[in-house]
């Protein structure tokens, strides 16, 4: 009796795990691959109208089958000049505004987590705080301050900083400031979470054996905190690679990135067929530090670190 009883115990275990495990496999393929899936296929398919984009693969004439894959898009893709520097500047300024999201970051995070108990949710409250209004009011927002008679602008001129109104509208340095406001939480609150768990032991312990605050700092803190860090970046940059409305308010013809020359080929060009095949060469250019993070969490846990 007991034995039939654990057998049943353990397989509504298993289907339940099953069933747990199954749910996110489902969404995660109806969400992400098969949609994927369809942008490949327009991307190597001959386009018959704009109304009607995906064309056909298999075609049946005379009692043959007959797959046609058109790689024109990709061969073209390679070539053209255009969509390798619009690729290199999205993974440039990409790059640049993970680099000075860390820098700013990392010490607001660690004063997060450092701070008093009672202080810590009023911290992470303000970090949310720019979630609670419109992504695009925020930065329509830089647009008013960054003019040449914006508000920045009237205030060096009213300090006499400033003789004539700087040009920073529409410049690598509006776009780039733009992308750090916006994406800078997604890089405090995965440090905060690994921060606010590291042991103080550590430190007071290298303390002790007489390391300085800095040596402490680089010897302790950050290689504990590597996890916080790799999760940061890339949560800031894979959406950076992609974006589009901060260079499209922010940016200049100097700043073009690939969201851009996304939406030209959608919607100006009606050329859905090579706007696919950017969208798949770009979606690749993501997977690849997506693979390097999860081979790193693979390693973190294997290592039991």
């Known amino acids: 009796m007991n034995k039939n009883l654990m057998n049943i115990l353990t397989l509504r275990w298993l289907t339940g795990r099953r069933l747990v495990i199954g749910v996110p496999y489902v969404w995660l393929l109806l969400v992400f691959l098969v949609p994927f899936l369809i942008v490949f296929k327009i991307s190597v398919t001959e386009m018959l109208s704009p109304v009607d984009p995906f064309g056909n693969l298999l075609s049946y004439v005379d009692g043959f089958m007959t797959l046609k894959i058109k790689i024109s898009n990709y061969i073209f893709i390679s070539q053209d000049n255009l969509y390798l520097l619009t690729y290199l500047n999205s993974l440039k300024f990409a790059f640049i505004t993970m680099l000075l999201c860390l820098a700013i970051g990392y010490p607001f995070a660690y004063f997060m987590a450092r701070a008093k108990p009672t202080l810590q949710p009023t911290l992470l409250m303000l970090v949310m705080l720019p979630f609670w209004t419109s992504f695009l009011l925020r930065i329509y927002a830089w647009k008013g301050i960054l003019a040449n008679n914006g508000l920045l602008n009237h205030l060096l001129l009213s300090l006499g900083l400033i003789d004539a109104p700087l040009h920073m509208m529409n410049t690598a340095f509006s776009l780039t400031l733009g992308m750090v406001y916006a994406y800078l939480p997604f890089m405090i609150l995965p440090l905060y979470a690994n921060l606010v768990k590291l042991d103080i032991r550590f430190l007071e312990a290298a303390a002790d054996l007489g390391a300085t605050p800095w040596q402490t700092f680089w010897r302790i803190t950050v290689p504990l905190s590597k996890s916080g860090i790799v999760a940061g970046s890339m949560l800031?940059?894979?959406?950076?690679?992609?974006?589009?409305?901060?260079?499209?308010?922010?940016?200049?013809?100097?700043?073009?990135?690939?969201?851009?020359?996304?939406?030209?080929?959608?919607?100006?060009?009606?050329?859905?067929?090579?706007?696919?095949?950017?969208?798949?060469?770009?979606?690749?250019?993501?997977?690849?530090?997506?693979?390097?993070?999860?081979?790193?969490?693979?390693?973190?846990?294997?290592?039991?670190?």
């Open 236 to 305: 800031v940059l894979i959406p950076c690679i992609g974006e589009f409305v901060i260079p499209e308010l922010l940016g200049g013809p100097e700043t073009l990135m690939i969201g851009r020359v996304l939406w030209d080929e959608f919607f100006s060009n009606n050329d859905w067929s090579m706007a696919s095949a950017v969208t798949v060469v770009m979606i690749l250019l993501i997977l690849l530090p997506m693979g390097i993070f999860n081979k790193y969490q693979a390693k973190q846990q294997g290592s039991g670190i």
